[in-house]
């Protein structure tokens, strides 16, 4: 697959529904596996962070960003966008 523009991540970002949902648990590595595992399904994957999980959204998503290997494509309210690192083109 070739690298794609961040504009174009966006877009595909909003065609697609939350598959991953951080709650009380918070960041635990079940957590960080199975977004690994979705990004090598898909190469972008959409969470959601739950008010229960008590993370404030920009240092979750770096988190889990940094312990994905991936790249942060956005954030828009306690919804973060994931792609996978390969796919991500920095033009930006």
């Known amino acids: 697959m070739s690298r ?9 970002g909003t065609e697609i529904k939350s598959s991953i949902h951080v709650g009380k648990g ?4 079940n957590l960080i596996e ?4 979705q990004l090598k399904k898909h190469k972008i ?3 959601k962070i739950l008010e229960a999980a008590g993370l404030e959204r920009m240092t979750a998503a770096k988190e889990l ?6 790249e942060l ?3 828009r309210g306690n919804t973060i966008l994931l792609c996978e690192a390969s796919l991500f ?4």
């Not at 794609?4 to 595909?12: W, Y």
């Open 4 to 12: 794609i523009s961040r504009a174009e991540l966006k877009r595909m």
């Open 26 to 29: 918070g960041i635990s590595e």
């Open 34 to 37: 199975e977004i690994r595992s």
């Open 45 to 47: 994957v959409k969470i």
């Open 65 to 70: 960003a940094d312990r994905t290997r991936s």
């Open 73 to 75: 494509v956005e954030v």
């Open 89 to 92: 083109e920095q033009t930006e």
